[in-house]
C-alpha cells in the first residue's frame, strides 16, 4: 500500500467554535439545543450531565457553520491532554443536534479526499498524542491553535483503503456497543425483579400482613441502609494514566493510577446530575461532585433502592442533594431473608455484566493495538 505523508489542515475540513456568551447558555433542563464546550470533550466521548449546556433553538438556523454533524472529530484547545489521554471525542446520535462553541476543533472529512470516520481513527494513535503535546503552551491553561492543529502530519490512502481500514476497525467498535446494549439489558432485567418484588410486592414464598407490608418487612430512614460518604476532588491536570475509573454524578469521567476506595461501590450524584446512582465493582475515584457507598452497604438492592429515590427537596436554598435530607427517606425495608434472597438472584446478573465489561476492555485494547499498523501501512486489510 503507497501512502504519502499529509497535513492534516491539507485533507479536512477544520473550524473553532463560535463565542458564545455565558450569561445567555440555558441549563440542561431548559429546551434548547446541546452546546458543545470544552468541559465536555472527554477521552472518546462527550460527556453531558452536570456539564450540559443550551443555546435558544431561535437562533440554531442562523448558526449553520457551528452545526455539528454525526462522526465530526472534535477536539479540545484548551487543557487537550488529561491524565495522559488526549480530549478527543467524536459526536453519536445522542450528541445531536448541537452548536460547537469556541476553543474547540471540529475535524470533518473532505469529499474526494478523506473519510471523517479514517481522520477519527488517524488522530486516536501516539502519533498525534505527541503531535499535541509538543505544541501545547501556556504555563496557567495549557492550550493549542487550529494552526498548530493543522500541521499534523499523516499518512493518506486512497479513499478506497480509507474505507477497509474504517470498515476493519469498525468491527471492534460494533461488538463494543453490542455489548453495551446486552450491559443495559442485563441492568434492566435486575431492576426488573427488584421492581417486582419490592415495589409491586409480589416477592415469592412472603406473606402479606393485614397492613399490606410482608411479614417481617418493616419502613426504615435511608441512614439505616447507607452511609454516604463524600468523594474526593481530582482536578483533570492532576490524573494520572491508568485503569481506575473515576466517577462523577455524570458516570465515568476519566481514569487515574490510584483509587480512593476499594470496590464494590455505590456512587451517588451530589451536584449537577444529582440522585444519579452508578455501580463500581472494581475500586473506583469518586470526586467532590458524589457521595459514595463502600463496604458491606455497596449491596446490589441498595444500588437499586438508591435509583428508585427521588432526592429532589423542597428546600430550594441548598443546592445539589443535601445528605442530612436523603437519609429522612423513609424506604421498606425487607427481611434479612429476602435480601439475601435477592443477592443471590441478581448476583450472576452482574457477574455477566462485569464479564462483558471486561470483553469490552479487550476489544479496545485490541483495537489500539492494531491502530498504529493500519495507519502506518505496517498491516494492510
Known amino acids: 500500500m503507497t501512502m504519502e505523508f499529509v497535513k492534516l489542515g491539507d485533507v479536512a475540513d477544520m473550524i473553532s467554535g463560535f463565542a458564545f456568551k455565558s450569561p445567555m447558555f440555558l441549563d440542561a433542563s431548559d429546551d434548547g439545543v446541546l452546546l458543545v464546550r470544552g468541559d465536555n470533550v472527554q477521552q472518546g466521548y462527550i460527556?453531558?450531565?452536570?456539564?450540559?449546556?443550551?443555546?435558544?433553538?431561535?437562533?440554531?438556523?442562523?448558526?449553520?457553520?457551528?452545526?455539528?454533524?454525526?462522526?465530526?472529530?472534535?477536539?479540545?484547545?484548551?487543557?487537550?491532554?488529561?491524565?495522559?489521554?488526549?480530549?478527543?471525542?467524536?459526536?453519536?446520535?445522542?450528541?445531536?443536534?448541537?452548536?460547537?462553541?469556541?476553543r474547540v476543533s471540529r475535524i470533518r472529512g473532505i469529499s474526494g479526499k478523506s473519510r471523517t470516520n479514517y481522520l477519527r481513527y488517524a488522530l486516536s494513535g501516539a502519533s498525534f498524542l505527541a503531535h499535541i503535546d509538543r505544541i501545547t503552551t501556556g504555563a496557567n491553561i495549557p492550550h493549542i491553535s487550529g494552526k498548530d492543529i493543522a500541521?499534523?502530519?499523516?499518512?493518506?490512502?486512497?479513499?478506497?483503503?480509507?474505507?477497509?481500514?474504517?470498515?476493519?476497525?469498525?468491527?471492534?467498535?460494533d461488538l463494543i456497543e453490542n455489548n453495551q446494549r446486552r450491559i443495559a439489558l442485563l441492568e434492566e432485567s435486575a431492576q426488573l425483579l427488584y421492581?417486582?418484588?419490592?415495589?409491586n410486592l409480589r416477592c415469592p414464598g412472603v406473606i402479606t400482613s393485614a397492613s399490606g407490608i410482608p411479614h417481617g418487612w418493616a419502613y426504615a430512614p435511608l441512614s439505616e441502609l447507607v452511609t454516604l460518604h463524600y468523594g474526593k476532588a481530582l482536578?483533570?491536570?492532576?490524573?494520572?494514566?491508568?485503569?481506575?475509573?473515576?466517577?462523577?454524578?455524570?458516570?465515568?469521567?476519566?481514569?487515574?493510577?490510584?483509587?480512593?476506595?476499594?470496590?464494590?461501590?455505590?456512587?451517588?450524584?451530589?451536584?449537577?446530575?444529582?440522585?444519579?446512582?452508578?455501580?463500581?465493582?472494581?475500586?473506583?475515584?469518586?470526586?467532590?461532585?458524589?457521595?459514595?457507598?463502600?463496604?458491606?452497604?455497596?449491596?446490589?438492592?441498595?444500588?437499586?433502592t438508591l435509583k428508585a429515590q427521588s432526592f429532589v427537596s423542597s428546600?430550594?436554598?441548598?443546592?445539589?442533594?443535601?445528605?442530612?435530607?436523603?437519609?429522612?427517606?423513609?424506604?421498606?425495608?425487607?427481611?434479612?431473608?429476602?435480601?439475601?434472597?435477592?443477592?443471590?438472584?441478581?448476583?450472576?446478573?452482574?457477574?455477566?455484566?462485569?464479564?462483558?465489561?471486561?470483553?469490552?476492555?479487550?476489544?479496545?485494547?485490541?483495537?489500539?493495538?492494531?491502530?498504529p499498523k493500519l495507519m502506518s501501512g505496517e498491516m494492510q486489510v
Open 47 to 102: 460527556r453531558w450531565g452536570e456539564k450540559a449546556k443550551k443555546w435558544r433553538k431561535d437562533d440554531y438556523d442562523e448558526l449553520a457553520r457551528y452545526q455539528l454533524q454525526k462522526d465530526d472529530v472534535i477536539l479540545a484547545m484548551d487543557r487537550p491532554i488529561v491524565g495522559g489521554g488526549l480530549k478527543l471525542a467524536w459526536i453519536k446520535d445522542q450528541d445531536l443536534p448541537s452548536l460547537l462553541v469556541q
Open 151 to 173: 500541521s499534523y502530519q499523516l499518512r493518506l490512502p486512497s479513499l478506497e483503503e480509507q474505507d477497509r481500514i474504517v470498515e476493519f476497525l469498525s468491527a471492534y467498535d
Open 195 to 199: 421492581t417486582e418484588w419490592f415495589v
Open 315 to 371: 428546600d430550594t436554598a441548598v443546592p445539589g442533594l443535601n445528605r442530612n435530607y436523603a437519609y429522612s427517606l423513609s424506604v421498606l425495608r425487607p427481611s434479612d431473608d429476602v435480601l439475601k434472597q435477592f443477592e443471590q438472584a441478581v448476583s450472576p446478573v452482574f457477574e455477566q455484566r462485569e464479564n462483558l465489561i471486561r470483553q469490552c476492555s479487550l476489544l479496545l485494547e485490541a483495537r489500539d493495538a492494531l491502530l
Open 235 to 304: 482536578k483533570d491536570a492532576d490524573r494520572n494514566a491508568g485503569d481506575v475509573p473515576v466517577y462523577g454524578s455524570s458516570g465515568i469521567v476519566g481514569v487515574h493510577n490510584k483509587a480512593l476506595i476499594d470496590g464494590p461501590a455505590l456512587v451517588v450524584g451530589r451536584k449537577g446530575n444529582v440522585g444519579s446512582v452508578y455501580y463500581s465493582k472494581k475500586g473506583c475515584f469518586p470526586i467532590d461532585t458524589v457521595y459514595f457507598v463502600a463496604g458491606p452497604q455497596a449491596t446490589f438492592f441498595n444500588y437499586f
